[in-house]
């Protein structure tokens, strides 16, 4: 299984970008997928889940309202569109896939990892 994630930039505060996150290697539409973040010496911390399906979709509280987690399984690639950014969601954003059903926030439920993509929100 390969990820690639792309979109990451540099972007002033309150503006937007959009992460995109290629999948290969096994049957997409089988799986959960989420994104996580990691900024400068933190932990990875999740941000958001989508279902296999599209059809259930969770956030963590920091970014509800301003970033939302998507796919398109005909294509094989799941997005962040990432609204009115704030300085503190600078990080390394990582795509990964899980490894079982059910809503999953936790690193230790995805088995396979994007490279990550860089954002970083000047204030």
């Known amino acids: 299984v390969q990820l690639q994630a792309s979109g990451g930039g540099l972007v002033q505060a309150g503006g937007s970008l959009r992460l995109s996150c290629a999948a290969s290697g096994r049957t997409f539409s089988t799986y959960g997928m989420g994104w996580f973040r990691q900024a400068p010496g933190k932990e990875r911390e999740f941000v958001a889940f989508?279902?296999?399906?599209?059809?259930?979709?969770h956030h963590v509280d920091s970014v509800k309202g301003r970033f939302t987690i998507s796919r398109n399984n005909a294509q094989n690639t799941v997005y962040l569109q990432m609204n009115s950014l704030k300085p503190e969601d600078t990080a390394t954003y990582f795509c990964?896939?899980?490894?079982?059903?059910?809503?999953?926030?936790?690193?230790?439920?995805?088995?396979?990892w994007g490279q990550g993509t860089l954002v970083t929100v000047s204030s």
């Open positions: 990964a896939q899980g490894r079982r059903v059910g809503i999953i926030v936790t690193t230790q439920d995805y088995d396979y």
């Open positions: 989508i279902s296999a399906t599209g059809g259930t979709t």
